[in-house]
Nanobody, 126 residues
Framework: QVQLVESGGGLVQPGGSLRLSCAASGFTLDFVDICWFRQAPGLEREGVSCISRRDGTTEYADSVKGRFTISRDLAKKMVYLQMNSLKPEDTGVFYC???????????????????WGSGTLVTVSS
C-alpha cells in the first residue's frame, strides 16, 4: 500500500527551527521525485522544495531559500525538510508529495502528484 506520512510539525517562535519528516512506504523512494508543499488557510497550496529522483538535486522556493534544506535517506525511505529561521509567514500545513511520472517541475506547476501525505501543521508565532 502506497503511503506518505508527514511528521514533525508544531508550534515554534519566529527564528526557531523544525525538522519535518516524510515516511514513504509501498514504493521505492528513488523512483520518484519528492516535493514539499505548504498551504495556509484560505490560500492555494504552494511548492516549497523538491528533490530529484535522478541525482538528488534540490530546488527551493525563493521565500525559503537559504533557510530550508530538503534531504532524503533512501535506505530509510525518508525525506526531510529542515526549516531554520522560521517566519510567521511560513505557517501552514506542510505536505509531502511523490510522483513516478511527473518531474518535480511538473508537480510544482500543476500542484498535482501521484501520492500525497495528509500533512503536518507548522505554526510560527510569538
Amino acid at each position: 500500500q502506497v503511503q506518505l506520512v508527514e511528521s514533525g510539525g508544531g508550534l515554534v517562535q519566529p527564528g526557531g527551527s523544525l525538522r519535518l519528516s516524510c515516511a514513504a512506504s509501498g514504493f521505492t523512494l528513488d523512483f520518484v521525485d519528492i516535493c514539499w508543499f505548504r498551504q495556509a488557510p484560505g490560500l492555494e497550496r504552494e511548492g516549497v522544495s523538491c528533490i530529484s529522483r535522478r541525482d538528488g538535486t534540490t530546488e527551493y522556493a525563493d521565500s525559503v531559500k537559504g533557510r530550508f534544506t530538503i534531504s532524503r535517506d533512501l535506505a530509510k525511505k525518508m525525506v526531510y525538510l529542515q526549516m531554520n529561521s522560521l517566519k510567521p509567514e511560513d505557517t501552514g500545513v506542510f505536505y509531502c508529495a511523490a510522483d513516478h511520472r511527473r518531474t518535480w517541475q511538473s508537480m510544482l506547476s500543476t500542484r498535482r502528484a501521484d501520492y500525497w501525505g495528509s500533512g503536518t501543521l507548522v505554526t510560527v508565532s510569538s
